[in-house]
């Protein structure tokens, strides 16, 4: 159970950061190499961890992983829609 609300926690304080995230790798990298730009995003999402966390970021990063990939996937995901959303935008 605490296990549970440890992840719940995690997952609240990572998925805001996961949008600007994706945009920076977008950004950085352009279209192709997912792997490459995941990795990207996530170490983005370590910096950006309290100070005090900062020692540990390997640590969270293993521990974690799982929520960081889901960030990442549901950010990414949600990144495709925005742009699509644009570019059907008969104003363009």
């Known amino acids: 159970m605490l296990k549970n ?3 719940v926690r995690v ?6 950061l996961a949008l600007p995230a994706v945009i920076y790798a977008e950004n950085l990298i352009g279209k192709g190499f997912g792997d ?4 990207i995003a996530i170490d ?5 961890l309290p100070l ?3 020692p540990f970021k390997n ?5 974690f992983l799982e929520i960081f990939d ?3 996937e549901s950010a990414v995901k949600k990144l495709h829609s925005i742009q699509q959303t644009f570019s059907n ?3 363009n």
């Open 44 to 48: 983005f999402i370590l910096e950006k």
């Open 59 to 63: 640590i969270i990063k293993t521990v």
């Open 70 to 72: 889901f960030a990442v």
């Open 5 to 7: 609300k440890l992840f």
């Open 36 to 39: 490459t730009k995941k990795q």
């Open 11 to 16: 997952k609240a304080i990572l998925t805001p």
């Open 52 to 54: 005090f966390l900062l």
């Open 89 to 91: 935008n008969p104003l």
